[in-house]
């Protein structure tokens, strides 16, 4: 396995374990996503997984349905993702990473997907009473991504301004408060 899909492995079992962690009366809780409750952080995960294995597929991506059971979507674009990670074929084929150009599979989800999908572990986290911990590894990687395109996710949909982090911060709380939340 590749660096990128064992930290992939790391984030999104983390992610799965919140999934798993919260019962249905948690889906309307907010979150510390605007405007966004513990339903919608998974929906937009899902969404963004699919997006990106979209464009493994050259396929239009499917948005999340109503009604449709969002731990099962989970399992299932996870699954995806992780069966291409293993094909080195699809792991090194060139998408259209978007904005960020581009690259390989595998790049786009070791940079995008994995910090995506890290941030929103501790927004789901916050949303439903659990564990807020993220694996430190994947926290300095996440950083290593985003810090450089700083000016690039500061727009509508995307991350709010930063919080300048109290001093002596931890590098996960460093992390959260660049993508602006309050920790």
């Known amino acids: 396995m590749s660096d990128v899909s064992d930290r992939y492995s790391v984030v999104a079992d983390g992610f799965s ?9 948690n889906w309307t809780r907010p979150s510390p996503c605007t405007d966004w409750a513990a339903a919608d952080v998974v929906d937009h ?5 699919r997006m990106i294995l979209a464009s493994l597929t050259g396929e239009t991506p499917t948005q999340l349905e109503a009604g449709e059971d969002r731990r099962q979507a989970w399992s299932q674009a996870t699954g995806q993702v992780r069966a291409a990670l293993s094909d080195p074929e699809q792991a090194t084929r060139t998408v259209s990473g978007g904005p960020f150009g581009e690259q390989p599979f595998e790049s786009l989800v070791g ?5 995506d999908t890290l941030i929103h572990t501790w927004d789901l986290a916050r949303a439903t009473g659990q564990n807020e911990q993220l694996d430190p590894s994947a926290v300095q990687a996440a950083m290593g991504f985003l810090g450089p395109i700083d000016e690039a996710i500061r727009r509508p949909g995307g991350f709010g301004a930063k919080i300048d982090p109290a001093p002596g911060a931890d590098a996960q709380t460093r992390l959260l408060n660049f993508a602006g939340r309050a920790t």
């Open 45 to 49: 995960v899902v969404n963004v997984h």
């Open 17 to 25: 374990r919140r999934v798993q962690g919260a019962d249905e009366a």
């Open 111 to 115: 940079r995008v997907l994995c910090a």
